[in-house]
C-alpha cells in the first residue's frame, strides 16, 4: 500500500539516473564508510577536500531529470538542425555506414568502452582492427607504413609539417603550402607553425615554388578546387633541394589515382571520414598518416606493431614507444597521446567489408555521377574552371555565388560558395540521379527543362588523366577479400571484440584516466541523424540546435568549474593543453611581454604537459616534488623567482598526479601569479572536484577538460575524445577562434585566438554524451558521483593496506580520486616486478591499473564512482591473492623463474600441453579464485615480446604473396 505522504514526484524517482550511473547502493555505501571510520558521507569528504577549496553552496544546476526526459528536451534541440542534400565537400562527405558496423561498432560498448591498448594481451581485437587499418592506408597511399590514426586531417597535416622539419636535410625554415589545399588546413598550419618560427609560404606549386627555400611542401591531392593535378616535377624539386613532400589526399580518390607514394611523396596524410563514419558537424573521424619506412622514429602517434607472444605464437602491440611524449616529454616531437580509434576501426572495417571491388565500385560510381553533372551544367552554359576532377568541379557563376547560394537553400540544397564568382560542388558516396537532376535544374534558366539524364550519361568520356591513374592490386591482403557476406562480418568483429576487455566486461582501474559508465542514454543520440548527417560547413540557420547544444554546454562546464568562458574545439586533451598555452602566450603578448616563454611544471606531470608546453614555443623547467608527492614550494618560489621576468606560467594537474589534493595549491597560484605568470590547472583528475571545487575559484587561470574521462564520452579503444579548454574572462579573447571557412557563428565574435582543429565546433557529434550526463545527473547528482569516485578509491586503498604500501596520501591520511599502490619494495624481496603483476592480473580477469606512472615500479588505481561494491571487493581480493602468490615466492616454495606471475597470463592452448612442468598447478595458473569457475576471461595470446616487436618492426599485413612464399 502506498503511504499518503508520497508525492508524483517520490513515486517518479527524479535522480533515478544518478543511482543508476553510481555503483554502490545506499547500503553498500553504509559499509563503505564504515571500514573507513565514518558514519557521514560529508564528514569523510571533509577530512579528503581541503576546505580552504571548497565550494561554499551548490553547483547553479538545474535538478537531473530522467532519461527519458532528457532524450526529449535534447531530441527537441536536434529537430532545430537542418539536414539538407550537402554538396559542399572540403573535406567532409555524405557516406553509408554499412548497418553491420553501426551496431556491432559505433553502437557496441564492447568496442565504445575499451581503453588505449598498452597492454597487449587483452587488446588483441582493436589492435589487428588498427592493424588492419594501418595495412588498409598504407596499400592506397603508397607508402611504407602508416599510424593508427590522427585527431584530424589539419592536425594530421601540421605534425607531417613538424616531422618535414625534423627529417629535412635542407636548411631552410620555410614551409610551402599548395593554394588548393583545404582552407581549414592551412589555417591549422598557420597556427602550428608560428610559435615554432616556421614562415608558411602559400602559392600555385607549379608555379610559384621556389624549392630552393623550402624544408617541406604540402600539396592536395585531388585539391580542395577539384583540380587533379601530376606533381612529380614539383616532388622532384624539392627533393633536389633536400627538402620533403607532404601529400594531403582523398582517400577515396585513391582507389583511381596514383598513389602519393608511386608519385614521390615523402609523406601522406588525410581523412577516412568517408569511409562509414558520419560527417557529425565535424567530428570526431580519423585523419591518417603515413611515410617511408625511415621516418619511422619521427612518425607522431600510436603505431601497432606485430611481435610474438611467449609461445612464440604471433601477437599485436603497441610498437616502438620510445617515440612517444610520455617518455620524451619536453624534447617530444608532438603531444599527441591518443588516435581516433574508434572511427579508425569503422574506417577498416568499411574497407574489409566493401573490399577492394566494392571500393571501386564506390569510388567510379561518384566520379561518374561527377563527369555526367559536370557535361550537363556545360551543355547549359555553366563555366567548369577544372578540366578533369575525381568528385569536385568549380562552377563559375558571373558574380551571382550568393543568390545561387540562396536558391540552392530554398530548395534543400548546399552548395561551397567560394567567393562572389564561383561555387564548388562535390559528390559523394550518397549521391544519387535525382541529386544530379537537381542541381541542373538549379543552373538551368532556359524555358524547357529537356536535359536527359541518359543523353548526357552517353557522352560521358574519361576525364582523370591517364598517367595518373592507379594500377596493380588493391587490398590484396585476405581481410580485405574475405568478409563480403554479412554473416561472416557479424562473426568477424564478435571474434575480435571476444579478445578484448573492455567495460563491459570487467571494471578497468586506470589511474589518471576515469573509466567510468558511457551510459546508453548518453550514446543513443550520437546516431540520430539530426546530429549525423549535418556538415560542418552548414549555414548557420541550418544548425541552430547544435549552436544551443554547444552553448548550453559551455555554460554548464562554466558553472561547473567556475571559469567564465569554454571551447569546445579542441578535439583531445592534447588539443586543450595545446589551447589553454597558446591563449596564455597570446595574453602576454598582447600586454607588450611577449618574452615570456618560460613554463614551469612539476616532475610528476604527464609527458603531455612539457610536450605541449616545447609546441608553443616555450622553454620547460622543471620544479620538484617533495616526499609527498607535492610540489616543492621552496623549490618553485626559487624556480620562479629566478625565471620571474620570463615566467608565462605553471601546469599544475589538481588533485596531484600522486592522488591527493595538494592543501598548498592556493600558494602555489599565488607565487606564479606574484612573479606575472599565469596558472595552467590540467583538467585530468576533474572526477574528483565536480561539484565541490572548482579551479576557476582557487587560483586557475585556464584548464583543460576531459570529456572523455569525467564527462561519460567513451575511450573508444583510445579515442574519440574532446579537451574542451576553460579560462578567466581575460583570457576570454583567446580562445580558438572560428575556422574561417566554415560553421558560421559557431564561436563567440570575440574569440580570436587561432583555431588548433579542422572543426570549430571540434568533435560536435559526441558533444551529445556529456550534455546528456550532466542533464540527467543535475547539480546534485553531480557531487554525489565525485563524492562516490573518492569514497571508492579509499575503500581499496585501506582494503590493500595491509598487503602492499600506499605510496601517497594527503594531510589526513587519504587519497582522492586514485591511490598508487608501491610495488619496488616487493621486487626487492622477491623478484617479482610490477609487469608481472600486470599480466597476473589478467589472468584474475581484470585490466591492469596504470603502469610506473607518476612513480616507476607502481600501480595507480582508479575505480571511479561507476563500480560496485561488488566489484570493488572482486579486485580487492585479485590484489590479495596475488599478494599471497608473491609470499610463495618470497618463501621460496615457488622458484622465481616457474610460478604464475611470471608466465602470466595463461591462454587455454597453454593448458592443454600434455606435460605440465611448472612448479605450480594448472588450476592454479586459470582459476586462482573460485568465483573465476563460473565467469573466465582467457586472453587470446601470452606474454608479448615488446623488444623482439620492435626490432622485427611489422606494421601492416604482408601481401599474400609472401604467404604463398611460406
Given at each position: 500500500?502506498?503511504?499518503?505522504?508520497?508525492?508524483?514526484?517520490?513515486?517518479?524517482?527524479?535522480?533515478?539516473?544518478?543511482?543508476?550511473?553510481?555503483?554502490?547502493?545506499?547500503?553498500?555505501?553504509?559499509?563503505?564508510?564504515?571500514?573507513?571510520?565514518?558514519?557521514?558521507?560529508?564528514?569523510?569528504?571533509?577530512?579528503?577536500?581541503?576546505?580552504?577549496?571548497?565550494?561554499?553552496?551548490?553547483?547553479?544546476?538545474?535538478?537531473?531529470?530522467?532519461?527519458h526526459?532528457?532524450?526529449?528536451?535534447?531530441?527537441?534541440?536536434?529537430?532545430?538542425?537542418?539536414?539538407?542534400?550537402?554538396?559542399?565537400?572540403?573535406?567532409?562527405?555524405?557516406?553509408?555506414t554499412?548497418?553491420?558496423?553501426?551496431?556491432?561498432?559505433?553502437?557496441?560498448?564492447?568496442?565504445?568502452?575499451?581503453?588505449?591498448?598498452?597492454?597487449?594481451?587483452?587488446?588483441?581485437?582493436?589492435?589487428?582492427?588498427?592493424?588492419?587499418?594501418?595495412?588498409?592506408?598504407?596499400?592506397?597511399?603508397?607508402?611504407?607504413?602508416?599510424?593508427?590514426?590522427?585527431?584530424?586531417?589539419?592536425?594530421?597535416?601540421?605534425?607531417?609539417?613538424?616531422?618535414?622539419?625534423?627529417?629535412?636535410?635542407?636548411?631552410?625554415?620555410a614551409?610551402?603550402?599548395?593554394?588548393?589545399?583545404?582552407?581549414?588546413?592551412i589555417?591549422?598550419?598557420?597556427?602550428?607553425?608560428?610559435?615554432?618560427?616556421?614562415?608558411?609560404i602559400?602559392?600555385?606549386?607549379?608555379?610559384?615554388?621556389?624549392?630552393?627555400?623550402?624544408?617541406?611542401?604540402?600539396?592536395?591531392?585531388?585539391?580542395?578546387?577539384?583540380?587533379?593535378?601530376?606533381?612529380?616535377?614539383?616532388?622532384?624539386?624539392?627533393?633536389?633541394?633536400?627538402?620533403?613532400?607532404?601529400?594531403?589526399?582523398?582517400?577515396?580518390?585513391?582507389?583511381?589515382?596514383?598513389?602519393?607514394g608511386?608519385?614521390?611523396?615523402?609523406?601522406?596524410?588525410?581523412?577516412?571520414q568517408?569511409?562509414?563514419?558520419?560527417?557529425?558537424?565535424?567530428?570526431p573521424?580519423?585523419?591518417?598518416?603515413?611515410?617511408?619506412?625511415?621516418?619511422?622514429?619521427?612518425?607522431?602517434?600510436?603505431?601497432?606493431?606485430?611481435?610474438?607472444?611467449?609461445?612464440?605464437?604471433?601477437?599485436y602491440?603497441?610498437?616502438?614507444?620510445?617515440?612517444?611524449?610520455?617518455?620524451?616529454?619536453?624534447?617530444?616531437?608532438?603531444?599527441?597521446?591518443?588516435?581516433?580509434v574508434?572511427?579508425?576501426?569503422?574506417?577498416?572495417?568499411?574497407?574489409?567489408y566493401?573490399?577492394?571491388?566494392?571500393?571501386?565500385?564506390?569510388?567510379?560510381?561518384?566520379?561518374?555521377?561527377?563527369?555526367?553533372?559536370?557535361?550537363?551544367?556545360?551543355?547549359?552554359?555553366?563555366?567548369?574552371?577544372?578540366?578533369?576532377?575525381?568528385?569536385?568541379?568549380?562552377?563559375?557563376?558571373?558574380?551571382n555565388?550568393?543568390?545561387?547560394?540562396?536558391?540552392?537553400?530554398?530548395?534543400?540544397?548546399?552548395?561551397?560558395?567560394?567567393?562572389?564568382?564561383?561555387?564548388?560542388?562535390?559528390?559523394?558516396?550518397?549521391?544519387?540521379?535525382?541529386?544530379?537532376?537537381?542541381?541542373?535544374?538549379?543552373?538551368?534558366?532556359?524555358?524547357?527543362?529537356?536535359?536527359?539524364?541518359?543523353?548526357?550519361?552517353?557522352?560521358?568520356?574519361?576525364?582523370?588523366?591517364?598517367?595518373?591513374?592507379?594500377?596493380?592490386?588493391?587490398?590484396?591482403?585476405?581481410?580485405?577479400?574475405r568478409?563480403?557476406?554479412?554473416?561472416?562480418?557479424?562473426r568477424?568483429?564478435?571474434?575480435?571484440?571476444?579478445?578484448?576487455?573492455?567495460?563491459?566486461?570487467?571494471?578497468?582501474?586506470?589511474?589518471?584516466?576515469?573509466?567510468?559508465?558511457?551510459?546508453?542514454?548518453?550514446?543513443?543520440?550520437?546516431?540520430?541523424p539530426?546530429?549525423?548527417?549535418?556538415?560542418?560547413?552548414?549555414?548557420?540557420?541550418?544548425?541552430?540546435?547544435?549552436?544551443?547544444?554547444?552553448?548550453?554546454?559551455?555554460?554548464?562546464?562554466?558553472?561547473?568549474?567556475?571559469?567564465?568562458?569554454?571551447?569546445?574545439?579542441?578535439?583531445?586533451?592534447?588539443?586543450?593543453?595545446?589551447?589553454?598555452?597558446?591563449?596564455?602566450?597570446?595574453?602576454h603578448?598582447?600586454?607588450?611581454?611577449?618574452?615570456?616563454?618560460?613554463?614551469?611544471?612539476?616532475?610528476?606531470?604527464?609527458?603531455?604537459n612539457?610536450?605541449?608546453?616545447?609546441?608553443?614555443?616555450?622553454?620547460?623547467?622543471?620544479?620538484?616534488?617533495?616526499?609527498?608527492?607535492?610540489?616543492?614550494?621552496?623549490?618553485?618560489?626559487?624556480?620562479?623567482?629566478?625565471?620571474?621576468?620570463r615566467?608565462?606560467?605553471?601546469?599544475?594537474?589538481?588533485?596531484?598526479?600522486?592522488?591527493?589534493?595538494?592543501?598548498?595549491?592556493?600558494?602555489?597560484?599565488?607565487?606564479?601569479?606574484?612573479?606575472g605568470?599565469?596558472?595552467?590547472?590540467?583538467?585530468?583528475?576533474?572526477?574528483?572536484?565536480?561539484?565541490?571545487?572548482?579551479?576557476?575559484?582557487?587560483?586557475?587561470?585556464?584548464?583543460?577538460?576531459?570529456?572523455?574521462?569525467?564527462?561519460?564520452?567513451?575511450?573508444?579503444?583510445?579515442?574519440?575524445?574532446?579537451?574542451?579548454?576553460?579560462?578567466?574572462?581575460?583570457?576570454?579573447?583567446?580562445?580558438?577562434?572560428?575556422?574561417?571557412?566554415?560553421?558560421?557563428?559557431?564561436?563567440?565574435?570575440?574569440?580570436?585566438?587561432?583555431?588548433?582543429?579542422?572543426?570549430?565546433?571540434g568533435?560536435?557529434?559526441?558533444?551529445?554524451?556529456?550534455?546528456?550526463?550532466?542533464?540527467?545527473?543535475?547539480?546534485?547528482?553531480?557531487?554525489?558521483?565525485?563524492?562516490?569516485?573518492?569514497?571508492?578509491?579509499?575503500?581499496?586503498?585501506?582494503?590493500?593496506?595491509?598487503?602492499?604500501?600506499?605510496?601517497?596520501r594527503?594531510?589526513?591520511?587519504?587519497?582522492a580520486?586514485?591511490?598508487?599502490?608501491?610495488?619496488r619494495?616487493?621486487?626487492?624481496?622477491?623478484?617479482?616486478?610490477?609487469?608481472?603483476?600486470?599480466?597476473?592480473?589478467?589472468?584474475?580477469?581484470?585490466?591492469?591499473?596504470?603502469?610506473?606512472?607518476?612513480?616507476?615500479?607502481?600501480?595507480?588505481?582508479?575505480?571511479?564512482?561507476?563500480?560496485?561494491?561488488?566489484?570493488l571487493?572482486?579486485?580487492?581480493?585479485?590484489?590479495?591473492?596475488?599478494?599471497?602468490?608473491?609470499?610463495?615466492?618470497?618463501?621460496?616454495?615457488?622458484?622465481?623463474?616457474?610460478?604464475?606471475?611470471?608466465?602470466?597470463?595463461?591462454?587455454?592452448?597453454?593448458?592443454?600441453?600434455?606435460?605440465?612442468?611448472?612448479?605450480?598447478?594448472?588450476?592454479?595458473?586459470?582459476?586462482?579464485?573460485?568465483?573465476?569457475?563460473?565467469?573466465?576471461?582467457?586472453?587470446?595470446?601470452?606474454?608479448?615480446?615488446?623488444?623482439?616487436?620492435?626490432?622485427?618492426?611489422?606494421?601492416?599485413?604482408?601481401p599474400?604473396?609472401?604467404?604463398?612464399?611460406?
Open positions: 500500500m502506498l503511504q499518503a505522504k508520497q508525492t508524483l514526484r517520490d513515486l517518479e524517482g527524479r535522480d533515478e539516473f544518478t543511482w543508476r550511473h553510481i555503483g554502490p547502493s545506499s547500503e553498500d555505501l553504509a559499509r563503505m564508510l564504515e571500514t573507513l571510520g565514518h558514519t557521514s558521507i560529508n564528514d569523510f569528504i571533509a577530512e579528503v577536500v581541503p576546505a580552504g577549496i571548497r565550494m561554499p553552496a551548490p553547483l547553479a544546476l538545474p535538478e537531473g531529470v530522467p532519461e526526459e532528457a532524450l526529449a528536451e535534447l531530441r527537441t534541440l536536434a529537430q532545430q538542425n537542418k539536414t539538407f542534400r550537402t554538396f559542399i565537400g572540403q573535406g567532409y562527405y555524405g557516406t553509408r554499412p548497418n553491420v558496423v553501426l551496431r556491432n561498432i559505433l553502437e557496441n560498448p564492447a568496442w565504445y568502452t575499451a581503453y588505449t591498448p598498452y597492454q597487449p594481451e587483452i587488446s588483441q581485437g582493436r589492435l589487428e582492427a588498427l592493424f588492419n587499418f594501418q595495412t588498409m592506408v598504407s596499400d592506397l597511399t603508397g607508402m611504407d607504413l602508416a599510424n593508427a590514426s590522427m585527431l584530424d586531417e589539419a592536425t594530421a597535416a601540421a605534425e607531417a609539417m613538424t616531422l618535414c622539419q625534423r627529417m629535412a636535410k635542407s636548411r631552410a625554415q614551409f610551402f603550402v599548395d593554394r588548393d589545399c583545404l582552407p581549414q588546413t589555417e591549422v598550419l598557420q597556427t602550428r607553425a608560428e610559435p615554432l618560427g616556421i614562415e608558411v602559400i602559392g600555385d606549386p607549379l608555379a610559384e615554388l621556389d624549392a630552393s627555400k623550402v624544408f617541406g611542401v604540402l600539396l592536395q591531392y585531388p585539391g580542395v578546387s577539384g583540380a587533379v593535378r601530376d606533381y612529380r616535377q614539383v616532388i622532384e624539386a624539392v627533393h633536389a633541394q633536400r627538402g620533403l613532400v607532404v601529400m594531403a589526399a582523398d582517400i577515396l580518390s585513391l582507389v583511381m589515382l596514383t598513389s602519393p608511386e608519385l614521390g611523396a615523402d609523406v601522406a596524410v588525410g581523412s577516412t568517408r569511409f562509414g563514419v558520419p560527417m557529425g558537424f565535424g567530428g573521424h580519423a585523419a591518417y598518416m603515413a611515410t617511408r619506412e625511415s621516418y619511422k622514429r619521427s612518425l607522431p602517434g600510436r603505431l601497432v606493431g606485430q611481435s610474438i607472444d611467449s609461445n612464440g605464437k604471433p601477437a602491440r603497441l610498437a616502438l614507444q620510445t617515440r612517444e611524449q610520455h617518455i620524451r616529454r619536453e624534447k617530444a616531437t608532438s603531444n599527441i597521446c591518443t588516435a581516433q574508434l572511427l579508425a576501426v569503422m574506417a577498416s572495417m568499411y574497407a574489409v566493401h573490399g577492394p571491388q566494392g571500393l571501386r565500385t564506390i569510388a567510379n560510381r561518384v566520379h561518374h555521377l561527377t563527369s555526367v553533372l559536370a557535361l550537363g551544367l556545360q551543355e547549359l552554359g555553366a563555366g567548369i574552371e577544372n578540366d578533369c576532377w575525381f568528385d569536385t568541379i568549380t562552377v563559375r557563376v558571373n558574380g555565388a550568393a543568390e545561387l547560394h540562396r536558391a540552392a537553400n530554398a530548395r534543400g540544397l548546399n552548395l561551397r560558395v567560394i567567393d562572389g564568382e564561383r561555387v564548388g560542388i562535390s559528390l559523394d558516396e550518397t549521391a544519387m540521379r535525382a541529386d544530379v537532376e537537381a542541381l541542373w535544374s538549379l543552373f538551368n534558366s532556359r524555358a524547357d527543362n529537356s536535359l536527359s539524364f541518359e543523353a548526357v550519361e552517353s557522352r560521358e568520356a574519361p576525364v582523370l588523366p591517364g598517367h595518373l591513374l592507379r594500377t596493380g592490386a588493391l587490398l590484396s591482403h585476405e581481410v580485405f577479400n568478409y563480403h557476406s554479412e554473416t561472416e562480418m557479424l568477424y568483429l564478435r571474434a575480435l571484440a571476444d579478445r578484448d576487455i573492455a567495460l563491459d566486461r570487467s571494471m578497468i582501474p586506470l589511474g589518471s584516466c576515469t573509466m567510468k559508465l558511457n551510459a546508453t542514454a548518453e550514446m543513443l543520440p550520437v546516431t540520430w539530426e546530429f549525423a548527417n549535418v556538415h560542418p560547413l552548414a549555414p548557420a540557420e541550418q544548425v541552430a540546435g547544435y549552436r544551443a547544444l554547444i552553448e548550453g554546454l559551455e555554460s554548464m562546464l562554466c558553472e561547473i568549474t567556475g571559469y567564465d568562458a569554454v571551447s569546445l574545439q579542441p578535439n583531445a586533451g592534447s588539443q586543450g593543453e595545446y589551447a589553454g598555452l597558446l591563449a596564455i602566450r597570446a595574453y603578448a598582447s600586454r607588450g611581454e611577449a618574452g615570456r616563454d618560460i613554463c614551469l611544471i612539476p616532475s610528476s606531470a604527464h609527458g603531455t612539457p610536450a605541449s608546453a616545447q609546441m608553443c614555443g616555450m622553454r620547460v623547467v622543471v620544479v620538484k616534488c617533495d616526499d609527498n608527492g607535492n610540489v616543492s614550494l621552496e623549490d618553485l618560489r626559487a624556480k620562479a623567482s629566478e625565471h620571474a621576468e615566467l608565462a606560467a605553471i601546469m599544475v594537474t589538481y588533485p596531484s598526479t600522486h592522488g591527493v589534493f595538494e592543501e598548498a595549491i592556493r600558494e602555489i597560484a599565488d607565487i606564479v601569479h606574484n612573479h605568470g599565469q596558472v595552467y590547472i590540467d583538467g585530468a583528475n576533474l572526477n574528483a572536484m565536480v561539484g565541490l571545487c572548482q579551479p576557476g575559484k582557487f587560483g586557475g587561470d585556464v584548464s583543460h577538460l576531459n570529456l572523455h574521462k569525467t564527462f561519460c564520452i567513451p575511450h573508444g579503444g583510445g579515442g574519440p575524445g574532446v579537451g574542451p579548454v576553460a579560462v578567466g574572462a581575460h583570457l576570454a579573447e583567446f580562445l580558438p577562434g572560428a575556422v574561417s571557412a566554415g560553421s558560421q557563428g559557431m564561436a563567440p565574435g570575440n574569440r580570436r585566438g587561432a583555431p588548433v582543429s579542422a572543426a570549430t565546433a568533435s560536435a557529434s559526441i558533444l551529445p554524451i556529456t550534455w546528456m550526463y550532466i542533464r540527467m545527473m543535475g547539480r546534485d547528482g553531480l557531487r554525489k558521483a565525485t563524492e562516490l569516485a573518492i569514497v571508492n578509491a579509499n575503500y581499496i586503498a585501506t582494503r590493500l593496506q595491509a598487503h602492499y604500501p600506499i605510496l601517497y594527503g594531510a589526513n591520511g587519504r587519497v580520486h586514485e591511490c598508487i599502490v608501491d610495488l619494495p616487493i621486487k626487492d624481496s622477491s623478484g617479482i616486478s610490477v609487469d608481472d603483476v600486470a599480466k597476473r592480473l589478467i589472468d584474475y580477469g581484470f585490466h591492469a591499473p596504470t603502469m610506473s606512472f607518476p612513480v616507476a615500479g607502481t600501480l595507480m588505481i582508479e575505480p571511479t564512482e561507476s563500480e560496485s561494491l561488488a566489484e571487493d572482486r579486485f580487492c581480493d585479485a590484489m590479495i591473492q596475488i599478494r599471497e602468490e608473491i609470499a610463495k615466492v618470497e618463501r621460496g616454495d615457488w622458484p622465481l623463474d616457474s610460478n604464475p606471475l611470471v608466465n602470466a597470463p595463461h591462454t587455454a592452448e597453454v593448458l592443454a600441453v600434455e606435460h605440465w612442468e611448472h612448479a605450480y598447478g594448472r588450476a592454479e595458473a586459470v582459476f586462482p579464485l573460485p568465483s573465476l569457475r563460473q565467469a573466465k576471461y582467457w586472453p587470446p595470446v601470452g606474454r608479448v615480446d615488446n623488444v623482439y616487436g620492435d626490432k622485427n618492426l611489422i606494421c601492416s599485413c604482408p599474400l604473396d609472401s604467404y604463398m612464399e611460406d
